[in-house]
């Protein structure tokens, strides 16, 4: 079984940045792939960053390519997201999901809040 938390979440102001964290106990994180997905109030949950469990290949949609980093630190069991140039879209929970290797991701995190302010 699979355990994420993010956190890292909060209110920040448009054109702000923000890190947030996904820990993973549970299982080594080596053999995961992860993700970062976000939901705003009314809207489907919508795919934002995402690394291979290998960490060769990551991917962003249009919406955030540019001004997000997703990483991962294997050691430390720990997937991060940084964003820059926050836009009042961006606002929604965040969360984190893992699939081991290439499967569907099955494991989620409850989420963390982020709210941009225009």
């Known amino acids: 079984q699979v355990q994420l938390v993010e956190s890292g979440g909060g209110l920040v102001q448009a054109g702000g940045s923000l890190t947030l964290s996904c820990a993973v106990s549970?299982?080594?994180?080596?053999?995961?792939?992860m993700g970062w997905f976000r939901q705003a109030p009314g809207k489907e949950r919508e795919f934002v960053a995402a690394?291979?469990?290998?960490?060769?290949?990551?991917y962003y949609p249009d919406s955030v390519k540019g001004r997000s980093t997703i990483s991962r630190d294997n050691a430390k069991n720990t997937v991060d997201l940084q964003m820059n140039s926050l836009k009042p879209d961006d606002t929604g929970v965040y969360y984190c999901?893992?699939?081991?290797?290439?499967?569907?991701?099955?494991?989620w995190g409850q989420g963390t809040q982020v709210t941009v302010s225009s």
């Open positions: 549970g299982r080594m994180l080596s053999s995961y792939k």
């Open positions: 690394i291979s469990w290998r960490g060769d290949r990551i």
């Open positions: 999901g893992a699939g081991l290797r290439d499967s569907a991701y099955n494991y």
